[in-house]
């Protein structure tokens, strides 16, 4: 309340002493009430005083957090705010609402389908932590540079003739932010050339790639669920693209899934590394037409690896 009557022009804690502060001064008591009466001579100061133009920024702002008040403090805002508090509606003009109900609409709306939560986790999260990436998560991947897989990379050509929307899927990148986060970490070989010409206004590649990572998930979620080895009531995501909550044989175990419409899946996540580094995680990829498992024998043999660098 203090804040408010300051925002609304009047400097009340100049009246007031700490409460430490101890002195016998009659008829020198502030309360709550006092502080709601200032707060109602002005506000409605500020109705009577307004024309047909649209209201003041710092007004609206102002409104809100008295507004705010209320909701928080509802017994007491009833108490000493009265007529104030009953007709609280005037405080919110009817293009303030449609203004906040499009603004949340448009943000829930996003071209890459964030949800509530994560839009509040993302704007709480500092700028620089977004781009951060992790010291060992760094070194992990200047190791996986530099081993075999490294060598298939560079001398896969597919990739020099290979559309946005095709490195995008082979990749499994369905946001921007993972798109940044590739550029970062897969720089100094052949794939990080093509990343770097993907625009960064890709979104209908972006939709793309995470509409096929959840058509992979579904398929293959189906696909097990008629294997009897395979328990998966509690399908749950530890993260986009890799599966918690599955049973084998009545024992825990994670799976990653990829999609393989282009005939090849890069792994690069370290969420993806982190669960394929257990033995109780399985690589399924799916193409909509075929789900299947890729053992240890199948990437050998796919990749023509024969020897593995420990």
Known sequence: MKDILEELGYNYRSELLAVKIILNIEGRTRSPKNAASEIVERVQN????????????????VFEKLLLWFHEHEPLAKDIFG????????????????ADIKFRQSLLNNANDYTEQEILQLINTPRAELTQIPEEEL??????????????????????????????????????????????????????????????????????????????????KTYLSTDPDYNCDRWAEEDFTVIKGVT??????KI??????????????????????????????????????LTLGKVLKYTGINRIPL
């Not at 500020?46 to 702002?61: M, P, W, Y």
């Not at 007529?83 to 449609?98: C, T, V």
């Not at 969420?271 to 909509?288: G, H, K, R, V």
């Open 46 to 61: 500020i109705l009577r005083n307004e024309g047909i133009g649209a209201r003041q920024e710092t007004t609206k702002q």
């Open 83 to 98: 007529d104030l508090y009953e007709k609280r509606h005037r405080l919110r003009s009817d293009e303030e609402i449609i």
């Open 139 to 220: 070194q992990k991947f200047e190791r996986w540079k530099q081993a075999e897989n490294k060598g298939i990379l560079e001398k896969d050509e597919v990739f020099d003739s290979a559309n946005p929307q095709q490195i995008l899927i082979r990749l499994g990148i369905y946001s921007l932010e993972h798109l940044e986060k590739a550029k970062t970490l897969l720089a100094g070989t052949a794939v990080y050339e093509s990343l770097h010409h993907i625009s960064t206004n890709s979104v209908e590649y972006f939709r793309c790639v995470r509409d096929l990572i959840e058509r992979a998930k579904k398929n293959v």
């Open 248 to 253: 084998k044989n009545d024992l825990p175990m």
């Open 256 to 293: 990653v899934v990829r999609p393989s419409d282009e005939r090849q899946v890069i792994i690069f996540y370290d969420s993806e590394f982190n669960a394929l580094e257990s033995p109780n995680t399985e690589l399924w990829i799916d193409n909509n037409i075929k789900q299947e498992i």
